[in-house]
């Protein structure tokens, strides 16, 4: 039997009748709920997204960190995570600092820097992604940076934000 603490209305037991159907909802309610937030909100398939990137990505990551640490040491490891931290690090500012004097001369000619603020933006993204320690992140930022993987990223992203203008399908959510 159920504590009253648990019944939806305050401390309200079911009748004898009705009793197994209240305990059958009570305990579905959850999954229920998840369903029509799946259904109706894009809010949470967003937000199951993300859940999935910030625990599937630390345990990929921790594996990488064990396997890796398993076969040239704890010590060695830890020293190429910093070291690929710093050459990331100094990698995005070059390839920054680059961007932004391509923006600065697109703004002198009087030419919207659409091609360069995109760059920047990914490589912004890059440089962040290289300062966090994993070996999957370093892999994903040094690809960032490439500008030829970066190029190829620049034209999926073209053709999605083509398709939110045309369908007009672009939702801002706030909290």
């Known amino acids: 039997m159920l504590p009253d603490t648990q019944y939806p209305l305050a401390g309200a037991k079911p009748q004898a009748k009705t009793r197994n159907l209240d305990i059958i909802f009570y305990h579905c309610h959850f999954f229920i709920d998840l369903w029509v937030l799946w259904?109706?909100?894009p809010l949470f398939i967003m937000l199951l997204k993300l859940?999935?990137?910030?625990t599937l990505i630390?345990?990929?990551e921790i594996y990488l960190f064990i396997k890796i640490g398993?076969?040239?040491?704890a010590f060695n490891t830890v020293i190429l995570v910093i070291l690929t931290a710093f050459a990331g690090a100094y990698?995005?500012?070059m390839q920054g600092l680059q961007t932004?004097?391509?923006v600065r001369a697109s703004l002198e000619q009087g030419i919207l820097p659409k091609e360069e603020l995109v760059d920047a933006l990914l490589i912004f993204i890059a440089g962040i992604v290289l300062l966090t320690p994993g070996f999957l992140t370093d892999a994903f930022g040094l690809v960032l940076l490439?500008?030829?993987s970066r190029y190829w990223i620049k034209r999926y992203l073209r053709q999605r934000f083509d398709q939110w203008i045309q369908s007009q399908d672009v939702n801002i959510t706030r909290f």
């Open 70 to 73: 398993g076969s040239i040491g």
């Open 100 to 102: 932004m004097l391509r």
């Open 146 to 148: 490439y500008p030829t």
């Open 51 to 54: 859940f999935l990137a910030f």
């Open 91 to 93: 990698l995005a500012k």
């Open 39 to 41: 259904k109706g909100y």
């Open 58 to 60: 630390p345990v990929a």
